[in-house]
């Protein structure tokens, strides 16, 4: 049974990194496209971008965002520059559906953590 | 960018009913769609996929239909667990987009 487990700091200032971390159980991190999303309170949920099997980000709208994987660790790191309240909200890492396939619904999701940016 | 709505916002039904939601596409997706259901504190899970095609392990109750620029989630025999909000997501483009969801109460 796969399982992806996140961590991270929940709590940061404006101008600060915000670093979280998903971890997978169950299947190997560079099998598969991975992407992150978040969800600000009372909208719907926002794509942050993704990452392909050899741990480079593919494609990600915003220049703030880096996203990686550590292959040996079976993990995929996402980090965002430079926050502001703005970027409060519920942060999840989720699964491409198919082994290889970047194009593809996202079968399998993190519980999410929450990030509060306060000053 | 292909924007989502969906409708309705919010939908009240009861045990047993069958209800339909609605999605729609700024631009034609051609069906890279699938549909997600969200409850509070649980990760997402997800229902549908390619519009149409129920994923490993969901209940049957739950069917995805449409083409172009519009497309339902039905879902029948609504029991209490049911009870979540629901969104769809286009991946025909970058930046793939969710709409605003749909809360089945």
């Known amino acids: 049974q796969v399982e992806l487990q996140q961590w991270g700091a929940g709590l940061l200032k404006p101008s600060e990194t915000l670093s979280l971390i998903c971890g997978v159980h169950g299947a190997t991190v560079s099998n598969f496209y991975w992407s992150w999303i978040r969800q600000v309170p009372g909208r719907g949920p926002e794509w942050i971008g993704e990452?392909?099997?050899?741990?480079n980000s593919y494609y990600k709208p915003s220049p703030r965002v880096a996203i990686f994987t550590n292959t040996a660790a079976n993990q995929i790191t996402l980090q965002m520059t430079s926050v502001t309240s703005a970027d409060t909200g519920v942060y999840y890492c989720a699964r491409h559906r198919r082994a290889g396939f970047l194009r593809d619904a996202l079968d399998l999701w993190g519980r999410g953590t929450t990030v509060t940016v306060s000053s | 960018d292909s924007q989502m709505t969906q409708t309705p916002s919010t939908l009240s039904a009861s045990v047993g009913d069958t209800v339909t939601l609605t999605c729609r596409s700024r631009e034609r997706i051609d069906k890279w769609l699938a549909w997600y259901q969200v409850k509070p504190g649980k990760a997402p899970k997800l229902l549908i996929y390619m519009a149409s095609h129920l994923e490993t392990g969901v209940s049957s109750r739950f069917s995805g239909s449409g083409s172009g620029t519009d497309y339902f989630l039905t879902i029948s025999s609504l029991q209490p667990d049911d009870s979540a909000t629901y969104y769809c997501q286009q991946y025909d483009s970058y930046p793939y987009s969710f709409g605003p969801g749909t809360k089945l109460e």
């Open positions: 990452v392909d099997p050899t741990g």
